[in-house]
């Protein structure tokens, strides 16, 4: 489902008050959702400033990079995952040691994982919700879980916001936002639980930001990385990762489905 909604990329920019969406469903047990979002620098970190087409990362056994990641989800076993600058997402589950576990989607730059023992698969696409003045098109990707074991219901949206910081590309942080928070009223279920991750290129206060904080909770962030939920109370846990060499912080999160 390539879903354009009519920004920018597509000749005209959308504004208008941010739908209000729901409280995740309470019915059956609780459920702890463990969440990653994390920008890894591809073009330093990966291909070591060479040219994309040269596709350096292919010469290495990983770096920094990979390494805290598969830290990280021994660690912390997370459900689904959101990566920023992503550019060659097979090889990145494969050095990170998470093939058998993870299935991954890529749209553009952005990346997106579930953990296939927990979760299935009921629908996933893209909706490019901003312009960026230089590099085009800005995806917001999702997908749609059903938890196996309990039946909870999981939207998942990662994304990663245009430059310069705070301005929101061609269409402005209000339009940025109005798009995220209209593709989850129109894609998600009622009863969802939202889960909203990314390098967002906006801080706190921000128009992006601060539209998308009128409609979902946020569970962890604050310079430029957010997590969002429509989950109500803080989250279990939420903790920077380090930065693993990438010049953004791995951020995580551990979400209490009702």
Not at 85 to 94: A, H
Not at 118 to 147: F, I, N, T
Request: with cysteine; glycine share 12%.
């Amino acid at each position: 489902d390539k879903q354009l909604l009519p920004t920018a990329a597509a000749g005209g920019c959308r504004y208008g008050p941010t739908p209000q969406l729901w409280p995740a469903d309470a019915r059956g047990a609780a459920l702890e959702v463990r969440v990653l979002s994390y920008n890894l620098f591809w073009w330093n970190l990966f291909d070591k400033v060479k040219p994309p087409q040269m596709q350096f990362h292919l010469r290495t056994p990983g770096n920094t990079g990979t390494q805290l990641i598969e830290q990280a989800v021994q660690a912390q076993g997370f459900d689904v995952m959101g990566f920023q600058e992503c550019n060659d997402e097979q090889w990145l589950l494969q050095v990170s040691g998470l093939a058998e576990q993870y299935q991954i989607f890529r749209d553009k730059h952005c990346c997106m994982a579930y953990r296939t023992a927990s979760w299935q698969l009921l629908d996933r696409g893209v909706a490019w919700v901003a312009q960026d003045q230089k590099y085009g098109p800005r995806p917001a990707q999702w997908m749609r879980l059903r938890h196996t074991q309990t039946g909870k219901l999981v939207f998942f949206v990662n994304h990663h916001g245009p430059i310069p910081i705070n301005g929101g590309g061609v269409c402005g942080g209000a339009s940025v936002a109005y798009n995220i928070l209209t593709l989850v009223a129109t894609k998600a279920q009622a009863g969802d639980a939202v889960i909203l991750v990314g390098d967002f290129n906006s801080d706190p206060g921000s128009a992006t930001i601060r539209g998308i904080e009128s409609s979902l909770h946020r569970a962890y962030g604050g310079g430029i990385d957010f997590i969002f939920s429509n989950l109500e109370g803080p989250a279990l846990d939420a903790r920077s990762l380090g930065n693993g060499g990438s010049d953004h912080a791995a951020i995580s999160a551990a979400l209490q489905l009702p």
